[in-house]
């Protein structure tokens, strides 16, 4: 508790900082965590080096580099977010118009869908957008602090606009107590779950786990399945793509969403690699082997 209250006015002082500033901010946070920390930097390099095999080793500190420089901005635009206008949240970061016709189509329709995506881009300011700027409720799906003063701040930026979050285990329940409205689940799919309750496929050159959950309840309640990328225009701005993987998936057969999903990520995560979350631990988990089948003597 004493930390969080002696961070707190700093993290506003952040917030309400001009955007000159704020980047400038941003830039001493990239010389510290780069340069001078090297913030989890083993973990970033290695999991580059992993994805792409083919990139030599400058290549592969190129991206590095500049994948710091847009994680530094990110982390700081989030407390952004306690603060900001809705002329500037839409702003900074706009709908594409073919993402609104996705949108506005199945609200004119009355359909609730469920939107998957990937820690790519600014999730965070995606959220706010799509609540100012789409008829559908917006509910997140995520992991609750174990802090409970910065779980209370974080809840505060994502749900300033209207966002509704929905702890990670409880998203079923929840789903199913709002099919009276008209509502948006969306879904961080490149989360790491446990290896033995996981889809595994191939992402990034990697054996990697896969949440099934996202797939096992747009089955069950057969929500259109639209995949979103928010892309990196310039510093400071960016664009919401959306597209359809799905309109029936309850006619899915299994792991077919999950393997869907997980392949658009990595394609755009290919085109531009530095907007991708390479500090956090993806792969620490490994495939588990099969059980072996054993048989039992006869006995006479």
Request: proline share 6%; aromatic share 16%.
């Amino acid at each position: 508790m004493p930390m969080y209250f002696f961070v707190l006015p700093f993290i506003y002082l952040i917030s309400l900082l001009p955007f000159p500033l704020f980047y400038g901010v941003c830039d001493f946070m990239f010389f510290i965590l780069y340069y001078v920390t090297g913030y989890r930097k083993k973990v970033v390099l290695q999991n580059l080096r992993n994805a792409f095999p083919e990139k030599s080793e400058k290549e592969i500190r190129g991206i590095s580099r500049r994948f710091y420089r847009y994680f530094c901005d990110l982390l700081l635009e989030t407390f952004k977010t306690l603060t900001i206008s809705r002329a500037s949240a839409i702003k900074r970061c706009k709908l594409t118009p073919e993402a609104l016709a996705v949108f506005t189509r199945y609200a004119e329709e009355g359909k609730s869908i469920m939107v998957v995506m990937g820690h790519y881009g600014n999730w965070e300011w995606a959220g706010n957008t799509f609540s100012l700027e789409c008829k559908h409720h917006l509910y997140v799906v995520y992991h609750p602090l174990s802090n409970k003063y910065f779980d209370g701040l974080i809840y505060r930026m994502r749900s300033r606009f209207g966002t509704g979050l929905i702890p990670m285990k409880d998203t079923f329940r929840d789903m199913v107590s709002n099919k009276g409205e008209l509502s948006a689940t969306a879904f961080i799919a490149d989360q790491t779950p446990a290896p033995t309750s996981a889809f595994w496929t191939t992402f990034l050159n990697q054996d990697t786990p896969v949440f099934q959950g996202t797939e096992k309840i747009a089955r069950k309640l057969n929500y259109p399945v639209v995949y979103a990328k928010v892309q990196r225009v310039k510093r400071g701005y960016y664009e919401i793509s959306a597209r359809t993987l799905f309109e029936e998936p309850a006619m899915t057969s299994d792991g077919e969403i999950s393997a869907a999903h997980t392949k658009a990520l990595e394609e755009d995560i290919c085109k531009q690699p530095e907007y991708w979350l390479w500090s956090h631990r993806r792969w620490k988990h490994k495939r588990p082997e099969p059980v072996k089948k054993t048989t039992s003597p006869i006995i006479y």
